[in-house]
């Protein structure tokens, strides 16, 4: 795992992060509480300040970049993964993250989203996920479910919505995740990982539309239905819910099957969450959807794949270098002249 | 058989320039052919021009008129400013090349055919008359015929080689070239050095091709059917040291020379398209030189990339065609709001659509200088020949660089894949590139004000990681100095303004318009842009020396036009604008100027000739 170098001379607080522009989301915007947590986490990663580059698209999250004092680019519409890689390449030395939305990141970025994650710069991406176009004021999204009722969609949403962290694993990302706007705590926790992954690691932050989508998510936050509808993932954990934490999951083979303590079953009969079992991923990924049995299961939250492989500008930077040493830098006239010249006097 | 006596038969022939051109199937290797005649050529000292004509199809249907492959050269002994209107030579290794090229053979001109090519097979694929041989009926008495059975005679001199059937037959085109070095006295040995290099590791392969090449020129030394040779005396070119060069690849190095003279690393973001993508290929090999090429997912993620490369400070540059120009204009929104420099490089083809991919035009000028939403002017230069590309391309980077602004560079796959001679530049004479970064707080009290101008405007560059320097950019409009986000009336149009008056600025930066050739206040002018050049050049040249008043003007820069262009056109009677598509720099003129300039305007695919021009001009004069 990579350590950055404190600089203490250049430490920084939360509140030296405010850019000092008045935050225009709506009131309870789930925007607001991602604002605060990367607010809380960044002084703590031991990054300088002005190493920090957000590159953020078009949408209500996109904005995020105008919030934070740090160097930023509010862009265009799904293009922020495309314009992070040519900072990333061009600088490897920045600390990249990519603000999005469900709309940004997988409707008119979607082809930047899987490229992004098939390359693996070492960049962050932030999806905010409200299911929902905000900006435009509601339209459903490609994250919306089907039968949404939007202005778009007067009858319902005849569209099957993506689910991002089996498409993120489909397109070979090496950091998977998911954290959502009402539990800072985890959120946090999830930023300081993602930022240690070396490699593109994609949050994906279930994230509060009051507006347009209210509470689509507030069954995995509310207390009453929180510990039946949403399971929290952790490293050679066994995974384990229910209001009395009496549910596991084990496997059957390749099938997940829900199982309680009062049926005579133990932690040693769950499954051990292993970040870096990619089979087990693709399972955990696919909770989203009831396809096990037509069993219902819980939403997962927390890193549900992490794995290192080689990161694209390192790739690159080998791979100029070798050229150095093969064949050293071409002095300029020589590129000038070419192979084959001749005189005329 | 006396060989001496046989010798002193044979005629040489002294000629000013010959344009051959070299054709056949798109597996036959006419191109190369082509490409090593014209080395050949020009090492010899001859002034040349050359123009690749080739379909889209990799290996199109063989034998079939869609297929054919035709490399053009114009070789001289004065200068050579075009590949030619007709061809002296045609080598036709198929019915179909030469049903293709006929129409252009100059009455009197050489046909050397490869007999095996007009076979019953291939004169049906070419699609001639069932029974109808266009080397054996009278279709052809107004030109002179060789017949020469080259897969014939590639078999005999590779019997012993040991070789497949299939290299000896991939041997052929040395044949031919080895007959083309005979007739127009040109030595082998430059062509011996390349087969040697090009199959190094396969020896016997390369034996086999200097063999047959040895073969193809004894053909014509030996034979009683070549009678003539033809020699095209050394250019009177100015005195220096001279390389072949092609456009696309002056473009490639072009940005490598911008790159180190200015000290700013090298990003390409680009998506392959023809006839765009040499130059990603040709810049994907200089890793060791600060240079960094992305294949980017699209054309959308190539300009991105780019613009993402530029905000951390380098020379950032994406290369495409028209379709992938039209794909990034929303990127290019952004750069001019930005206000970060960026090249982008347009070799424009035939369209709209997918339309001519191979083949060349220049209908991309209104969507380079209008091609964007809202009010988002940026500068657009054209290169007007293979080499000029070097030096076009080396304006738009100092202009994106010292002006802080996305520019287009125009060029075509006429000059992309032509190729002339070039007395090359050295290191130290190339013009300084003025680069500033932005290293301290810039506001009276220790405040950062990203758009604070200077005198032309230019606001400064940032680069991500300085400390202290903390800023956003984007998109959205922005308060005039500060940058930040403005949604205020009035300060839209101040900033619109302003970006308009940059761009504007860059016309005192730039040099004034003059005739290239021809005088002030002639009769009439003739102004041209980009590729054209050659073809207008040879035209006034022509009537010039008729003793006709007419003057070429060619433009470089299209926007901001040079500060005395609308004086200098007011001077002449008449001005006549041709180009490759129905009238796009003619709208411009006419719209800045309000003079009444005519058009002249081809839309094949092909370069203008040099008597399409021509019989303009004197139809105007007349008029």
New interface residues.
């Given amino acids: 795992m990579e350590t950055l170098a404190i600089d203490t001379n ?1 430490s920084f607080t939360s509140k030296d992060l405010d ?1 000092g ?1 008045d935050v225009k989301w709506c009131p309870g915007c789930g925007d607001y509480s991602i604002l605060k947590q990367v607010q809380t986490v960044f002084p703590e990663l031991g990054v ?4 920090f ?3 953020s698209g ?1 949408g209500c999250s996109s904005r995020f ?2 919030y ?9 519409h799904g ?1 922020a993964a ?10 490897p ?2 600390s990249v993250w990519i603000v999005s939305g469900d709309g940004d990141a997988f409707s008119i970025g979607g ?2 989203f899987i ?1 992004l994650m098939r390359k693996n710069f070492d960049v962050n991406y932030l999806v905010f996920n409200n299911q929902i176009y905000s900006l435009t004021k509601g339209q459903y999204s490609p994250t919306s479910e089907r039968g949404k009722i939007t202005k778009t969609s007067p009858y319902g949403s005849v569209e099957e919505p993506f689910n991002p962290s089996e498409l993120a694993l489909g397109a070979k990302a090496s950091f998977v995740s998911r954290t959502l706007d009402r539990d800072p705590k985890h959120m946090q926790g999830i930023l300081k990982r993602a930022h240690r992954h070396k490699g593109t690691s994609f949050v994906e932050v279930y994230q509060n539309c009051p507006v347009f989508n209210d509470g689509a998510f507030f069954a995995f936050s509310d207390k009453e239905t929180k510990k039946e509808e949403a399971i929290f993932l952790e490293q050679g954990k066994p995974l384990i819910f229910g209001n009395n934490d009496d549910k596991g999951i084990r496997l059957d083979g390749l099938t997940p099957v829900i199982v309680q303590s009062q049926n005579g079953y133990s932690t040693n009969d769950l499954w051990i969450h292993d970040e870096k079992d990619k089979t087990k991923a693709n399972l955990i990924s696919r909770f989203f959807d009831t396809t096990f049995n037509d069993t219902h299961f819980p939403r997962p939250f927390g890193v549900i794949y992490a794995d290192e492989r080689p990161i694209y500008e390192e790739s ?1 930077q080998h ?2 270098e070798e ?2 040493s093969l ?7 020589k ?4 192979d ?6 | 058989m006396n060989v001496l006596q046989e010798r002193k038969e044979k005629i040489s022939k002294e000629v000013d320039n010959i344009v051959i051109r070299f054709s056949g199937d798109s597996g036959d290797g006419m191109q190369l052919t082509g490409m090593q005649f014209t ?1 050949t050529a ?2 010899f ?1 001859n002034d040349l021009s050359t123009f690749p004509d080739y379909p889209s199809e990799i290996r199109a249907p063989i034998g079939t008129v869609a297929g054919v492959s035709g490399f053009q050269v114009n070789i001289g002994s004065s200068e050579i400013y075009t590949p030619g209107d007709n061809y002296d030579v045609i080598i036709a290794m198929n019915a179909a090349a030469l049903k293709v090229d006929l129409p252009r053979l100059k009455k009197g001109g050489i046909i050397v055919a490869n007999l095996q090519g007009f076979d019953k097979k291939n004169l049906l694929l070419a699609k001639y008359p069932e029974g109808v041989n266009p080397l054996e009926d009278t279709s052809l008495e107004n030109y002179i015929v060789h017949k020469v059975d080259i897969t014939k005679h590639t078999k005999e001199c590779l019997a012993d080689s040991g070789l497949g059937i299939k290299d000896i037959e991939r041997s052929k085109n040395m044949f031919v070239l080895g007959l083309l070095f005979w007739m127009f006295d040109k030595p082998l040995d ?1 062509t011996v050095r390349f087969i040697k290099e090009k199959f190094a590791k396969k020896p016997a392969i390369a034996e086999a091709n200097i063999k047959t090449l040895n073969a193809g020129w004894n053909y014509g030394d030996n034979t009683e059917i070549f009678t003539t040779q033809y020699k095209v005396a ?1 250019a009177k ?9 092609s456009g696309n690849h002056a473009t490639a ?1 072009g940005l ?2 911008a790159s ?1 003279k200015s000290g700013l ?1 090298l ?1 390409l ?1 680009s998506y392959p398209i023809t006839p765009a993508t040499d130059i990603l290929h040709d810049l994907a090999k ?5 240079v ?1 090429t ?1 294949q ?3 054309e ?2 190539a300009v ?11 020379l ?1 540059v994406t290369t495409t065609s028209g379709p992938g120009l039209a794909l990034k204009t ?2 290019l ?2 750069a001019t709001m ?1 206000e970060l420099p960026l090249v982008v490089v347009n070799v424009q083809r035939g369209g709209p659509s997918t339309g001519l991919p191979t083949k060349t035009e220049q209908a991309d000028l209104l969507m380079a200088m209008h091609g964007r939403h809202g009010e988002s002017p940026l500068p657009v230069l054209a290169a007007s020949s293979p080499s000029d590309c070097f030096e076009t391309i080396y304006e738009a980077c100092r202009i994106a660089i010292e002006h802080m602004t996305p520019v287009i560079f125009l060029s075509d796959g006429y000059i992309a894949n032509g190729s002339e001679p070039w007395r ?4 130290d004479q190339l013009r300084e590139i003025d680069v500033k970064f932005l290293k301290e707080p810039n506001g009276d009290n220790g405040e950062v004000f990203p758009y604070r101008r200077n005198e032309f405007l230019v606001r400064p560059w940032i ?14 409009e922005k308060e005039n100095k500060t940058g ?2 403005s949604y205020d009336a009035l300060n839209h149009e101040i900033m619109t303004r302003l970006r308009s008056e940059k761009i504007n600025n860059i016309q005192y930066f730039i040099p004034d318009a003059k005739p290239d050739s021809g005088e002030e206040n002639a009769a009439i002018a003739v102004l041209g842009w980009g590729s054209t050049y050659g073809a207008i050049k040879t035209a006034v040249k022509e009537l010039l020396q008729e003793g006709l008043s007419v003057a070429h003007i060619h433009l470089r820069y299209i926007h901001p036009f040079p500060k005395n262009l609308g004086e200098l056109l007011l001077g002449y009677d008449k001005v006549l604008i041709p180009e490759m598509n129905m009238g796009q720099l003619l709208q411009l003129i006419k719209a800045a100027y309000l003079i009444p300039a005519t058009g002249l305007s081809k839309v094949q695919g092909l370069p203008f000739t040099t008597n399409e021009i021509k019989e303009k001009i004197i139809e105007l004069l007349k008029a």
């Fill in positions: 250049g850019s522009m300088p300040k002005e190493k580059v957000f590159i078009i970049t105008y934070m004092d740090t160097y930023g680019m509010h862009s265009i293009r495309a314009i992070a890689s040519g900072v990333k390449a061009s600088n030395d920045l082809n930047h490229h690159m791979q100029a050229v150095i064949k050293g830098k071409v002095p300029l006239n590129i000038l002249s070419g084959k010249t001749w005189n005329i006097l | 080395d020009a090492f000292g430059s050394p070119l100015p005195p220096g040291t001279y390389r072949n060069i190095i490598l020379a180190e690393p990003f973001g200089y890793k060791a030189n600060n960094k992305f980017a997912e699209d959308i993620a991105c990339s780019a613009i993402g490369a530029s905000y951390t400070g380098n950032a929303e990127a929104g952004l930005l090359f530049p050295t290191d680069k991500p990681g300085t400390k202290g320097l903390e800023h956003r950019i984007g998109g959205l930040n986000v």
